[in-house]
């Protein structure tokens, strides 16, 4: 298990990824974090009760350029339960790059219920083991529409860094 610790402007959130159950999911991860690509990255769409996502768009939500995508390991069967960490993706499931969301309650619609496209679900691949306070901070922040995304935040929530600490 590998542990990374994601600075934000709310607080440290201290995450283990889980490199057996979703070793492709992982990897990718953490190429992204080696290369400062979440560094100044923002959590862009945020609902109290459901998630946070972040990782992808400047504080500006301008698109940070990304790595090919990635295979869809949510059959691995690790489940959307709070406070743990997952790829956010498009409609197709072999999309997700760099996006991630935390889940702030269990949310098991999201979880493989088959091989079928809208059954595949968001692969987990790991989960916080400090910092849920941070998560639930930030989960409760002001929303609004903001260029042309729902749910952003209405004060920025800056990713400052994500660091491989173990």
Partial sequence: MKKVLMQTSKGAITLELDEEAAPITTANFLEYAENRHYDGTIFHRVIQGFMIQGGGLTKDLRAKPTY?????????????????????????????TCQFFINHQDNAFLDYRGPQPD???????????????????IASVKTAAKGGYEDVPAETVEIVSVRVIG
């Fill in 119 to 137: 059954r595949i679900g968001y692969a987990v691949f790991g989960r916080v083991v400090e910092g849920m306070d941070v998560v639930d901070q």
């Fill in 68 to 96: 090919e995508p990635i295979i869809n390991e949510a059959s691995n069967g690790l489940k959307n339960k709070r406070g743990t960490i997952a790829m956010a993706r498009t409609s197709e499931p072999d999309s997700a």
